[in-house]
């Protein structure tokens, strides 16, 4: 059977991958919290385009990943498989795959308006940073993580400018944002690491595992989390004080996802397959859709209580 080459190429885009865009829509919806009359058919449009962008941009990282993370892949059980590796792909035409995809999201980025386009070129760098030496992040311990997950207050803050074209997102937000990433990713690294089973191999498969094992992770884990609940305070104290009605749903979510990556070939090592699990899927969808709704339904008692705590 002669095999697809074109859908190799469209692979190493990992579309599947898109998915993870999702955390652009936490930056529109706070968007239009702060400036309700921002909610505008024209703006409906502006947010379609900045979905798109996010798509193409990421893609175009993706590229760049699958090109550079061809000879350690080989060292995964899996990823050895992927097009690159497996030498189903022409590494030039995937380089002129990963400049047009970056080059067609910024055009559409560029329409959109200047705050929009520089985040969404940060958005590349970091993706440049991330796999290039001599920074190569991805093979730095700590620092893999924080890079690869500073792209979700990015794209938060790139949902938030094709709403809005000047005003800054605020900074308690995107700092709990980034933390809540790394917890992600924290947890991702150590279903990984647990799944390779050897620290020799995964040492070969990521530089970074040569310094970590299973405590260190686990007490990075509780770092990010610890960063995450303190600047989601800030951001709740100050702006709405409903959404501590969420945070038992958020905590439980968070709790699922950590206890799923004790087991075997866990699905935390793929994010795009995390919706597989319906517990977890349902719990995430409850929490998100009860943070939305609190943002924009008043519960008055909140404050009276808070008040009277100030008060004494």
């Known amino acids: 059977m002669k095999r697809n080459v ?16 999702i955390f652009v829509l936490p930056g529109i919806i706070l968007a239009v919290f702060f400036v309700p009359e921002a909610l505008t058919a ?22 760049l990943n699958e090109i550079l993370d061809a000879p350690f892949d080989l060292f995964h059980p899996e990823k050895k498989l992927r097009p690159v590796p497996a030498g ?14 970056a080059i067609a999201g910024f055009i559409i980025a560029a329409a959109i308006n200047n705050p929009f386009l520089y985040s969404t070129i940060l958005l590349w760098i970091m993706g ?54 790394a917890f992600l990713m924290a947890v991702k690294r150590f279903a990984e690491y647990r799944h390779i089973g ?22 990075s884990i509780i770092v990010y989390v610890t960063l995450f609940g303190m600047c989601a305070g ?7 004080l409903e959404l501590l009605l969420a945070a038992p749903l958020v905590a439980m979510a968070m709790g699922r996802y950590m206890r799923m990556a004790y087991s075997d070939d866990s699905l935390v090592q793929h994010p795009e397959l995390l919706y597989r699990d319906r517990k977890l ?25 808070a008040a009277a705590v100030t008060f004494r």
């Not at 800030?234 to 709405?240: A, L, P, T």
């Not at 859709?289 to 609190?294: D, E, G, Q, V």
């Open 6 to 21: 074109f859908a190799d190429y469209i692979d190493i885009a990992r579309p599947t991958h898109w998915v993870k865009n």
């Open 42 to 63: 024209g703006n409906a449009l502006r947010v379609v385009m900045g979905l798109i962008v996010a798509c193409l941009v990421s893609s175009s990282n993706y590229v």
């Open 88 to 101: 189903h792909v022409k590494v030039s035409i995937a380089y002129a795959e990963w400049a047009l995809l």
């Open 128 to 181: 440049i940073a991330y796999n290039v030496r001599p920074v190569r992040s991805k093979d730095r311990p700590y620092m893999d993580v924080l890079t690869e997950s500073i792209n979700n207050p990015i794209r938060l803050a790139m949902g938030w400018y094709s709403v809005l074209d000047s005003t800054p997102p605020i900074l308690s937000v995107l700092v709990a944002y980034w933390m809540f990433g």
């Open 198 to 219: 050897d620290a020799t191999r995964a040492a070969s498969y990521r530089e970074s595992f040569a310094h970590y094992n299973e405590t260190r992770l686990v007490v």
């Open 234 to 240: 800030v951001f709740i104290s100050h702006f709405r």
């Open 281 to 305: 899927f349902m719990q995430v969808l409850g929490a998100f859709a009860l943070c939305t709704i609190l943002l924009f339904v008043d519960v008055p008692p909140l404050y009276k209580m």
